[in-house]
């Protein structure tokens, strides 16, 4: 069909030279977890001593097989319409002790994968840390640890040396906010720790890291650009009355200015130091710090959305004793009516995405980003599947349509978005819930040898990125 237009009336038209593809990560894909000289990282550690934690204690040591499969994966983002692609590299595969030694079969591996991207017209966008601390880094006090971002920045400048020849797009990190929500104060990830003032170093010391790799990688005059990828999750407030707007602006400051405002402005929230300050909660800050994070602004942003927050004024006084956490200083709101997916429990609201888009036109100086993570998981998918046996699910079209209505809105208004990454190219273990939630363009077959089957998304999405719209 080559060029073929299958769509007559493009409503929704992007502009020239959209990015369209999708995202995933070298943890929940690759595989081959303990070969090839790869070390655990430290979700290979807590799966050994919590095998309980994953859904159906399923663990990381398999994943979807892309390790081996690379090159079969690659045509099928061919036959899904692909233009880009973003994995991470594990650093706990090419510098399997943290820092020292290369692993060459690592650098053999991420070079065959660039370099067949490449030879299919597919733009390799390279994330360099997803959750995926090494084992032996942790130990070391991971993103508490000023040893362990020294060793961050040594990594990132190895990634930048080995494949900044052919590499465009660099990113840092997948929403650093994770680790920090997740492993630092709500118990959901290891290191399970509940203590915000340790968060606080987590986040602060992570700002470092990638401020310095991103000083590293401007020293090194490639060509290319680099960023970060955030999470952003809008705060909402349940009233128009001031203290639910108040809750809403702090919870904000919280959970998306606390990153977005220092990579981009090259410094902290006021507002939010100045929380922190009375709390007697700021982490502690070396000297020079605050320049390099000042002097280091990212070329590109990557936006992951998924769900809105939405916040209301404090209803009960917080117990005296209570240790600090950012929900003494607003609510949860569950607004009635909301649309949800039962299967993940997240809210969907679409035209979030546009809102997030203005907010970057308006106060961030309309920087360049993209859509890099957006989609929804499915449990129970293979009920799905229809006589030709292929999954048929519509609802994922639905949800992708609707998202891009209101991206497409925003770049009439003049956001400067240049593309769109669907959470994920096949289905993948994801971190706690395991295989629960089935979010791909192509099915993974896990009871039939990891077979691949494009669904009728992955067809549409071939559609879609030909017609460069819909
Ligand atoms: C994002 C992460 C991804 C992926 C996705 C879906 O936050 O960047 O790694 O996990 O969420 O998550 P889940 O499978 O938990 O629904």
Redesign the pocket.
Same mark, same amino acid.
């Given at each position: 069909m080559g060029k073929a237009r299958f769509e007559q009336n493009i409503q929704h038209q992007f502009p020239d030279n959209f990015w369209w593809g999708s995202a995933a =990560?070298g943890p929940?894909t690759e595989g081959a977890a303990l070969i090839d000289g790869r070390k655990p990282s430290i979700w290979d550690y807590w799966y050994s001593i919590e095998p309980g934690c994953f859904h159906n204690g399923v663990g990381p040591e398999n994943t979807s097989g892309f390790y081996h499969r690379f090159k079969q994966d690659i045509q099928l983002m061919k036959e899904t319409g692909h233009n880009s692609f973003r994995t991470s590299i594990q650093w706990s595969r090419l510098i399997p002790d943290g820092t020292g030694e290369i692993n060459v079969k690592a650098v053999a591996f991420y070079n065959q994968v660039i370099d067949e991207l490449l030879a299919n017209d597919i733009e390799p966008f390279i994330n360099l840390y997803?959750f995926d601390m090494p084992m032996c880094m942790q130990e070391k006090g991971g993103w508490e640890s000023r040893e362990v971002v020294d060793a961050y920045v040594n990594y990132a400048q190895n990634c930048f040396r080995l494949f900044g020849d052919r590499v465009k797009y660099w990113f840092t990190f +997948? !929403?650093p906010i994770?680790p920090v929500e997740a492993g630092y104060l709500y118990n959901w990830h290891y290191p399970n720790i509940v203590d915000f003032r340790r968060g606080a170093q987590v986040a602060h010391n992570t700002i470092v890291a990638h401020a310095r790799a991103v000083g590293a990688f401007k020293k090194l005059n490639l060509e290319g650009k680099i960023g970060i990828i955030l999470?952003l999750t809008p705060s909402y407030p349940k009233s128009e009355n001031s203290e639910d707007v108040k809750a809403a602006q702090i919870s904000d400051l919280f959970f998306n200015r606390s990153f977005l405002d220092p990579v981009t402005k090259g410094e902290y929230p006021a507002d939010l130091v100045k929380i922190l300050k009375e709390r007697d909660l700021l982490p502690t800050v070396e000297a020079g710090d605050l320049e390099v994070i000042k002097d280091n602004l990212i070329d590109l942003l990557g936006v +992951?959305y $998924?769900q809105p927050r939405r916040v209301k004024a404090k209803s009960e006084p917080v117990p005296e004793d209570a240790a600090f956490m950012p929900e003494h200083l607003f609510d949860p709101y569950i607004m009635p009516g909301r649309k949800i997916n039962p299967h993940?429990g997240w809210e969907i609201c679409e035209e979030v995405i546009y809102d997030i888009m203005i907010d970057l036109r308006d106060h961030y100086d309309n920087i360049p980003f993209f859509i890099s !993570?957006n989609g929804m998981?499915v449990e129970g998918e293979e009920k799905f599947h229809n006589q030709e046996g292929f999954i048929e699910d519509d609802y994922r079209i639905d949800f992708v349509r609707e998202h891009l209505k209101w991206v497409h809105k925003g770049i009439q208004e003049g956001a400067n978005c240049l593309g769109y990454h669907i959470?994920t190219f096949m289905d993948n273990w =994801?971190?706690t819930?395991s295989y629960k +939630?089935r $979010?791909g363009l192509v099915e993974v077959d896990l009871k039939n040898d990891l077979n691949r089957t494009i669904k009728k998304s992955g067809r549409w999405y071939k559609r879609l990125a030909e017609n460069n719209g819909f």
């Open positions: =990560s929940q997803h +997948n !929403e994770v999470n +992951n $998924y993940r !993570e998981g959470w =994801s971190w819930n +939630n $979010y």
